[in-house]
């Protein structure tokens, strides 16, 4: 099963990344189901599917280039400037999901669900949405006296920030701390805050400004010590089970 598994995974992403230019994409974009870009797509599906499978199994292929027709075909009519992320994650799920049924067509496997609420995976879920969400919003309120006054002495505005950039920073920060505790790689949380003081360095330094530099690395402190707290007492939760 896995390596039938591995193989429809394979030709999907060749299909959908490696052998999908760039201007096939925005052709399709642009003209939808009129682009001939579209139906090359998914001869190209077809094509990588037959090797992969060495033309095995052909009815099952036919439903898969069959419905990523239709899914590609519905992504491209709702796409828009404001949804095509959004879009882009759900075409990506709804293929996988047929791969994962055409697997069960041809090669059936037990689907057990009850291990999805066992108390280990419970445990392992609320600590990520502690380390990435609850974390950040313990951030904020223990920074929140300090903000105004970064705003009104931060003199290092050239270009900007993005958008929520910070948030999603220290949301990744964490959870790379917490999986490095969970693998026993304490030594790569070490390089993780000597890389992220590289790239800071230059921002601070320019700036010349000792609150912003403060501010950082209070930050700083703070979200790794929450996510080694969190990686430490999870791990110890863990033992109990």
Do not use: C
């Amino acid at each position: 099963m896995m390596i039938l598994a591995l193989k429809l995974i394979l030709a999907h992403f060749i299909g959908d990344f490696v052998l999908q230019p760039a201007h096939w994409v925005e052709d399709k974009l642009e003209k939808k189901g009129r682009s001939k870009y579209l139906y090359f797509h998914i001869g190209v599906h077809l094509l990588a599917l037959l090797i992969i499978l060495q033309f095995q199994h052909i009815l099952p292929i036919l439903v898969i280039v069959v419905t990523h027709f239709l899914i590609d075909l519905g992504k491209l009519s709702l796409t828009n400037a404001k949804n095509y992320r959004w879009l882009f994650v759900l075409d990506q799920v709804l293929h996988l999901l047929v791969l994962g049924a055409v697997l069960y067509w041809i090669e059936p496997f037990p689907l057990d669900f009850s291990n999805l609420l066992t108390e280990n995976t419970l445990l392992l879920i609320t600590f990520l949405v502690f380390v990435t969400y609850v974390s950040g919003i313990i951030m904020r309120m223990l920074l929140a006296p300090y903000i105004d006054e970064i705003a009104k002495n931060d003199v290092s505005e050239e270009g900007g920030s993005l958008k929520n950039a910070g948030t999603y920073i220290g949301m990744l920060e964490r959870l790379f701390v917490f999986g490095f505790i969970l693998m026993q790689q304490w030594a790569a949380i070490g390089l993780l805050i000597a890389a992220k003081s590289v790239f800071r360095f230059g921002d601070l330094n320019k700036g010349k400004n000792r609150k912003l530099t403060e501010y950082v690395l209070i930050g700083t402190l703070l979200s790794f010590g929450l996510a080694i707290l969190s990686g430490t007492f999870y791990m110890y939760l863990a033992e109990q089970l």
